[in-house]
């Protein structure tokens, strides 16, 4: 597959030197070498020279049996910009500190910036179902929404259009399933924040944790929580 953004006065010159270079392709099936890494998810501890950490937590919702839909990232934003920006940015000291979610694959992640903490942090994040849970003022409420569908609506240079178009290609995302997705944005409710606590509480239980930072922190956090982090010196 390619990729082709374009001036209408170009597209002809750039297609006959692209078919060019797709005809020289090497039409054989390469053999592909074995491989046998462990890609299983794991708590890990990766070690660098560092006085700070990014201390991130995660889960695929999917595989736990969860779906949520896309009122979910009103939710989230919402979530990043009272619960972690407070609990990991102000009092916590960190660079940043956010949740991110993809509703195709269903991976969720919290993730932490420059981060003087670790058990602190993650301690946050298994915290956060317990704060959606107290729910949302209307005000709140609109303000995340409007700060979504801005996201959405940000305008785009050609070649980022061009890139867009491609993902959703890739993705199977159709016009059919954006407007949808647009639809339960604007409809998010209060019953989306439960939904999403329920799917936290399963990231607290089920999620695993990964650090990349200093060894002081991650053999601290071992030995305040033993075995919680499988440790690798990256440098």
Partial sequence: MVNLTADASLVGEARRELELFVGGL?????????????????????????QVNYV??????????????????????????????????????AYGGSSRFDLSSGNFAFLSYRDPNLLKTVDAYDGAAKALRAGIGEADLVR????????????????AKGYSAMWRILSGTT????????DEILAASPKDFEAVADA????????????????????????????????????
């Avoid at 839909?69 to 920006?85: D, E, P």
């Avoid at 995340?144 to 240079?157: A, Q, W, Y």
């Avoid at 016009?175 to 647009?182: E, I, L, S, T, V």
Wanted: avoid cysteine; hydrophobic fraction near 45%; charge should be neutral.
């Fill in 26 to 50: 090497p039409s054989a099936k390469p053999e592909l070498a074995a491989w046998s890494l462990d890609l299983a998810p794991k708590n890990e501890g990766l070690v660098i020279s560092a």
């Fill in 56 to 93: 991130g937590k995660g889960a695929n919702l999917k595989a736990l049996g969860l779906e949520l839909s896309a009122a979910a990232t009103v939710v989230l934003r919402h979530l990043n910009t009272t619960y972690l920006w407070d609990k990991v940015r102000v009092q916590g000291g």
């Fill in 144 to 159: 995340s929404v409007i700060g979504v569908v801005g996201d959405l609506d940000r305008p785009e240079f050609p070649d």
């Fill in 175 to 182: 016009d059919a399933m954006r407007q949808q997705r647009r």
């Fill in 200 to 235: 936290l509480e399963a990231v607290a239980r089920e999620g695993h944790v990964v650090v990349l930072g200093g060894e002081a922190a991650i053999t601290a956090a071992n030995e305040k929580r033993p075995g919680m982090l499988e440790v690798t010196k990256v440098q």
